[in-house]
């Protein structure tokens, strides 16, 4: 057993640096509500230059940033068209339909990404009123269900022309758009430009304690700061947490290359473990899914095994495991845990 407890649940399990624990205790602090947070306000500009857009509303969550995003895309009974398994559908406990009223047309391409000509086909006509009224199409970048598998930049730009071709808007939940950008060298405003609006989070990845920036045209961010008060989401001196997250944007992006390499480096062991299946090829970022082939062993028996070995992992499904790795997460860490998973199986 490890003396220190690695946790591979999901990238949000690391603790605030200490060197973004002191930038956030500095933190220069204001009225956000009112414009006059200037370290919020000084993220919103940063973000802005990063991502090339107009203007930008940070927010307390990710989950909060598609909330209030399909608030202003969409009427009620209205559609969103985006992956079967995309996080808005799976995991922000249905709030499109009790926030917004809309519903879905799920698609089902491969690791979570999708193709302009499936939104050409999904897309209702407008004239017939027996249908729900397509507004807004969603690409999740990385897609969390997909294996943190990266959308090319060409792909999106086919998603956005046929989504453009429909008039219906298109929104990146960016939430680990910041391993997008490290694993295949494209800029988040490239992946940014065919987008109407996006957001990304500072508390996957990139290590921040609380936080995540909405980010569209002027007008868009306007509305959203209707809704974020009308949910609750509007802060106070809420420089402490932004101040967090400016840190990590400064120290903390290019290092995700690291993650990158101890999931390889992960994913290559557990590929040669004897009771897992997992096609080690398929690792793009820091998400790995394996499943549990040994007889007589499911997800959740595994992941006790493996928390009495003081190792954490997420059982997702009957079969099927999910692991992350991150900032608090070592090279020795990735292999203390690969000798836990040989003990655990053995
Ligand atoms: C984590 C996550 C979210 C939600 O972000 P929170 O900050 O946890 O609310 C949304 N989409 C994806 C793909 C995620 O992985």
Redesign the pocket.
Known sequence: MQNRFIDLYSD?KSKPTPGMRKAMAEAEVGDEQKFEDPTVNRLRETVCTLLGKEDAVFLP????C?QIAIRVHCRPGEEIICDKQA?IIT?EGGGPGANSGVVFHPLDGPRGTFSGAMVDAAVKDPANRYAPRSRLVEV?QTS?RGGGAVWQLAAIEDVAAAARRHGLALHM?G??LPNACVASGVAAASFAAPCDTLWL?F??GLGAPVG?ILAGPKDFIHEAWRVKQQLGGSMRQSGIIAAGALHALAHHWDRLAEDHDNARRLAAGLAEIKGIGLDPAGIETNIIYFNVTKPGWTAPRLMQAMKAENVGIGAFSQSMIRVVTHLDITREDIDAALAAFRRALA
């Open positions: 949000t969550s990710g989950t909060m598609n996080h995991s999740e969390n939940d939430a680990r989070d508390t996957k995540a």
